[in-house]
């Protein structure tokens, strides 16, 4: 039989490293270090940005329900703190089938190439049963999770219905067993914002916005760039709808290479489509990588038209990709936005754009690349995120 620890115990240097292996003891906060399958699946609404490899709070009065989760996933994973609501909470029978449901428009992979299917899918479902009251965050991929807008009928629906966890029973090496739960107390996302940051004890510092995801197997998936669509434009222009490529057009050949510039430590992404090129710099002052991530994810799933700009202290480009006739096929459009100069105009191969992108940022990112200066601008663990990335290791 397990033993059964306080969480200070479970720190005493006089408990051996072998029954630390299999310690079981409750707290009420913290980073979750077991298996997290007898409350999945669930509501997690968490804090968006990470909450660092030093969320281990003590049990505390103050502090209560807010886990971590993802400690045992691997190097590399996006940490976060938030309350789980387990759909088995649910009091309601109808809401309960519908968030279930939903799981047929979960993709399994980091990133698959139907993902406007299964929205639609996803939003027929929810307007079955909800009426349009709960929606998909805008842009979400529903890669690895169900990502939700946080309006007023969602946060009437959890508070109506749902309970969340507020003190587990955690194994260092075995299933979490829930042993505490509470009502949800908030009728709107404000007040959400309000109790979670007054526990955490942050407010003063103002509100830092939330997620809310459902999740129905691996929390891994609930990594940096699924949810940093926030600086991506989805277009109205869709070419394939107007305009078809004439046969007599190739896809253009196309090179990607990044480099850190020594003295300013920028990222240049020198780009070569065709006989046209481009050297885009990548400034630490603004950072736009994980922006550019979302991007060219967006595109492996045929998510397109859509675009982001790049500052670059100074001139800024436009980067654009449009599908055509062709889903193989898509538009590839750089320009300057402060007048308008066309860099790059080419058609090349979706899948070979994407490809050519993916290998050049892990390669760069593996070897290359020098974290210390862009810690200073907040990316001291983008390194560490994109390596962790499964699309971009594989």
Known sequence: MDLIYSRDEVLRDDVSPVDRQSVSYRRNCGMIEGDLTNMLPFIYIFQNGNCGRRFKLPMSNEVTGIFGVNAHIG??????????????????????????????????????????????KAQRIMRNT???????????????????????????????????????????????????YRPFESRTYGEFLEKFHRNLGDAKWGYSHCKTALLYEATGDIDRFIFSNDGLTKL????????????????????????????????????????????????????????????????????????????????????????????????VHIGNTYDGDEVINSIVSRLEFVESFRVAIRDFFRSEFDPEPWSNHGEDDIQEIINGDPWISE
């Open 75 to 120: 190097s590399g994973i996006f940490y976060r703190k938030g309350l789980i609501l387990p759909l088995a909470t649910c009091r309601d029978e109808k809401i309960k089938q519908a968030f279930l449901k939903l799981k047929e428009c979960v993709a399994e992979g980091p990133v698959t190439p139907d993902a406007k299917k299964r929205r639609d």
């Open 130 to 180: 909800f009426k349009g009251q709960v929606r998909l965050a805008s842009g979400a991929s529903l890669d690895g999770c169900i990502e939700f807008q946080n309006n007023s009928e969602l946060f009437q629906i959890l508070f109506e219905h749902f309970e969340y966890i507020e003190e587990v029973l955690d194994n260092t090496n075995g299933q979490v067993m829930p042993v505490k």
């Open 236 to 331: 109205e222009t869709n070419l394939h709808k107007n305009f078809a490529v004439k046969r007599s057009v190739r896809n253009q050949p196309l090179t990607v290479r990044l480099e850190q510039e020594k003295r300013w430590d920028w990222i240049y992404l020198h780009l070569n489509i065709g006989k046209e090129s481009v050297t885009i710099v990548l400034s630490n002052s603004f950072p736009p990588v994980k922006t550019l991530i979302a991007w060219l994810k967006s595109i492996a799933r045929g998510d397109m038209p859509v675009r982001f700009d790049i500052e670059e202290e100074g001139t800024e480009k436009r980067l654009s990709a449009y599908s055509t006739d062709n889903p193989e096929r898509i538009l």
